[in-house]
T-cell receptor, first 116, second 109 residues
């Protein structure tokens, strides 16, 4: 079975540019999560969706960050304009609930973002 | 107090050794607990869930102490391939998880 698919794997761009990260969750999973990982702060939840609806975006750092989930198989995380402090690894994860129990989250390979 | 706290390590152990990691969490209402493993420059992967009664999966044993709000992971007979960062994970809300920063394990020949 295909896991969570993220693209691109690596992105290097200059500050001020728009960055778009993409994610395809595991088929049948109704929860999708965007995380950011840095050495200093570890893995931080940015936003999550349930059935394509954003539920909690309190982790989104500022208005420069936005996320959408137009359908059950696709989500984007956009940074506009990008800044050097946005450099990090961005992970997408998906999960579901089975018989009332939260199932573990499955992560994509991540996007390594470097803003110069 | 941080939501999930772990000793960052690194723990340096020889092959065959037994090593244990602890993790404390602050939210007493948490109901789901996991250990994830993350290899260098890779994504976190589920190692095992942690159940109230404790559970074992081969060389790995996880335990939960709700009264003291800590979780442990014991690795017996360490292998070189066990070298990784181990993330303690606790549910924050119904669907969301809080990840610790991880404990690094280095197993040497």
């Amino acid at each position: 079975d295909a896991g969570v698919i993220q693209s691109p794997r690596h992105e290097v761009t200059e500050m001020g540019q728009e960055v778009t990260l993409r994610c395809k969750p595991i088929s049948g999973h109704d929860y999708l999560f965007w995380y950011r990982q840095t050495m200093m702060r570890g893995l931080e939840l940015l936003i999550y969706f349930n059935n394509n609806v954003p539920i909690d975006d309190s982790g989104m750092p500022e208005d420069r960050f936005s996320a959408k989930m137009p359908n059950a198989s696709f989500s984007t995380l956009k940074i506009q304009p990008s800044e050097p402090r946005d450099s990090a690894v961005y992970f997408c994860a998906s999960s579901t609930v089975t018989r009332g129990n939260n199932q573990p989250q499955h992560f994509g390979d991540g996007t390594r973002l470097s803003i110069l | 107090r941080k939501e999930v706290e772990q000793d960052p390590g690194p723990f340096n152990v020889p092959e065959g050794a037994t090593v244990a990691f602890n993790c404390t969490y602050s939210n007493s209402a948490s109901q789901s607990f996991f250990w994830y493993r993350q290899d260098c420059r890779k994504e976190p992967k589920l190692l095992m869930s942690v159940y109230s009664s404790g559970n074992e999966d081969g060389r790995f044993t996880a335990q939960l102490n709700r009264a003291s709000q800590y979780i442990s992971l014991l690795i017996r007979d360490s292998k070189l391939s066990d070298s990784a960062t181990y993330l303690c994970v606790v549910n924050r809300g119904y669907s969301t998880l809080t990840f610790g920063k991880g404990t690094m394990l280095l197993v040497s020949p």
